[in-house]
């Protein structure tokens, strides 16, 4: 595939499909600054869209709302999708036939970026690795911005960042897609199936997560979870020096998990950077994520102490197994970032006490076997809501299994916390892991995790 160079921006005409608070309002405000005239299709009515408009309000942009329409790209020099835009719309099918080049903010943030790029992808723990990067690159003394589905976007403040300093961008399958350009360190943690509510097959999502380290050179680093067959599976065809990490067994170089102790190893030379129970992160699975980042960070030259200092302290990231209080010796935790079965699984590996779920959303049509499982071991009790309530009790009371624990189910979140609270016994763990999307009934489950932790707060104390 081609790779799109935007250059010259000055006096050009670029179509944005879809007015993304996130990335395209910030897009729509790089490239009229440098000169473009810009374009918005959206499929949404304007009424739709006033808050979004809002933010643009100041700007000279060409809003055409109400659905796409082949006449918005006619005379586009190229196009910019959002992450979440199926690359199959009619209007992105007309770009093609014209040769109207399709990109999106990342390739541009890469493009004109300066300052060297570490980029991280998976299916679980993109998030926490990332966030534990920025952090191990700021103790480092590094000027770091972090950025892609997190952090501030990266082309609002690209013209400002210099070759000393970092870039460091959590990036989703969506937004690997079509990417044609190079990260000098780039990450694969984990490739399960995932979003195949939107990709056609898994073979395409994996093959989206591999443009992360498919045009890397020699010279890049590809830093792979040796733990995870599919992104172990990459090391043949990485163009650039492949590093491991993995709490399963050593490596010949990354990091890895001896007995209770997180090592590093590079050079020929080894060193121990924490014990596992110096972490304040939960679960083995944040253990991989930080021996992740002990990788990428050694790959690029960053010391020990500061790796240790980052690994000791980091208390987690926002809606990911986030503690929220403890109540009559019952402990609750946030894990609304938990959109597919997989990081349920997760979550329930992570506790040694008794829990209690809270599970629902939307569904991906992902199998819930594992959860199911791990739900018969280790679940007191499991409260659904949402439009997959019944197919996790579904799954949960399939036939010819073993006993489950007691499931109710509930019309929504803040009836869950309360009826989670009923069932919690003192030395209990309560916690949001949906396994499903949020989009039933919240805007994002940034949302979703705010009102659990509103609902939770709101307990009196006292057993009821």
């Not at 102490?305 to 987690?316: C, D, L, M, R």
């Not at 009790?393 to 009923?422: F, K, S, W, Y």
């Amino acid at each position: 595939m081609e790779t799109v160079q935007i250059g010259e921006l000055r006096g050009r005409r670029f179509t944005l499909i879809g007015l993304g608070r996130r990335t395209h309002v910030a897009l729509a405000r790089f490239l009229i600054r440098h000169g473009a005239v810009v374009r918005i299709s959206e499929r949404k009515p304007l009424d739709e869209l006033r808050e979004e408009l809002a933010l643009i309000s100041d700007l000279p942009v060409e809003v055409q709302a109400g659905g796409h329409r082949d006449e918005h790209v006619a005379d586009a020099d190229a196009v910019f999708v959002t992450p979440g835009a199926p690359r199959d719309l009619p209007i992105l099918e007309a770009a093609r036939r014209r040769g109207i080049p399709i990109t999106n903010e990342i390739e541009l943030v890469f493009e004109r970026c300066r300052a060297p790029i570490v980029g991280i992808t998976g299916s679980v723990g993109k998030t926490t690795t990332t966030s534990l990067i920025g952090r191990i690159l700021a103790a480092a003394g590094r000027q770091v911005i972090v950025g892609g589905n997190i952090g501030v976007p990266v082309i609002e403040v690209v013209d400002d960042l210099g070759p000393d300093a970092w870039v460091v961008l959590e990036l989703s399958s969506f937004q690997l897609e079509t990417l044609r350009r190079r990260p000098l360190v780039g990450a694969i943690l984990n490739v399960t199936p995932n979003h195949l509510d939107r990709h056609p097959t898994f073979e395409h999502y994996r093959e989206s997560k591999f443009n992360l380290l498919r045009h890397q050179l020699p010279t890049d680093w590809a830093i792979l979870g040796a733990d995870d067959p599919v992104a172990a599976s990459f090391a043949e065809r990485c163009p650039g020096q492949v590093r491991w990490f993995s709490i399963q067994h050593t490596v010949a170089a990354g990091a890895f998990l001896a007995g209770d102790e997180l090592r590093v190893r590079d050079s020929g030379s080894e060193t121990s950077f924490a014990r596992v129970g110096d972490l304040i992160l939960p679960g083995r699975h944040n253990l991989l994520n930080v021996l992740a980042a002990a990788a990428i960070a050694r790959s690029i030259g960053i010391g020990v102490s500061a790796i240790a200092e980052v690994a000791k302290s980091f208390p987690g990231v926002e809606h990911r197994l986030e503690f929220v209080r403890e109540l009559d010796g019952v402990l609750y935790f946030n894990d609304s970032i938990a959109t597919a079965p997989e990081r349920t699984a997760a979550a329930l590996r992570a506790f040694d006490r008794p829990v209690v779920l809270i599970a629902g959303g939307r569904s991906k049509h992902l199998p819930l076997g594992e959860v199911a499982m791990l739900v018969r071991q280790k679940a007191r009790a499991v409260v659904t809501f949402g439009e997959m309530a019944d197919e996790i009790m579904t799954a949960l009371r399939e036939p010819n299994r073993e006993a489950h624990p007691p499931i109710e189910q509930v019309g929504n979140l803040v009836d869950a916390v309360d009826c989670a609270r009923r069932l919690a016994q003192p030395g209990d763990v309560v916690v949001l892991s949906p396994a499903g999307t949020s989009f039933d009934q919240f805007r994002d489950f940034e949302e979703r995790g705010q009102r659990f932790k509103e609902a939770v707060r709101a307990l009196a104390e006292g057993r009821r």
